[in-house]
């Protein structure tokens, strides 16, 4: 069964910053791409930041600049450093792991999601 666990969340000031970490655990043979999704109050879930095995990146244009994602392969772990944050960024943030198991399928695992409130 594969996990996948996210911290770093919280409250924070509006042009602050917070890192959000999400480890993968499990029976597994590899991962694949791993995503920051966030959803807002009201809102659809959409994709903030990506980045695959090899480590190639891509954003969503109001994160562009602010967030940087980044990953471990010795620890299974991926990273969202949030810079310069906004109250427009208030969400629960979700990770997503793209991960083949030992059948040698892919399946997409997704964390319990952690909160991240910023303040005007």
């Known amino acids: 069964q594969v996990q996948l666990v996210e911290s770093g969340g919280g409250l924070v000031q509006a042009g602050g910053s917070l890192r959000l970490s999400c480890a993968v655990s499990g029976i597994m043979y590899s991962i694949n791409r791993m995503d920051w999704y966030r959803q807002a109050p009201g809102k659809q879930r959409e994709l903030v930041a990506a980045?695959?095995?090899?480590?190639?990146?891509n954003y969503e244009d109001s994160v562009l600049g602010r967030f940087t994602i980044s990953r471990d392969n010795a620890k299974n772990t991926v990273y969202l450093q949030m810079t310069r944050l906004k109250p427009e960024d208030r969400a629960v943030y979700y990770c997503?792991?793209?991960?083949?198991?030992?059948?040698?399928?892919?399946?997409?695992?997704w964390g319990q999601g952690t909160q991240v409130t910023v303040s005007s």
């Open positions: 997503q792991a793209l991960v083949r198991v030992i059948n040698g399928y892919e399946y997409e695992y």
């Open positions: 980045i695959t095995s090899g480590g190639s990146t």
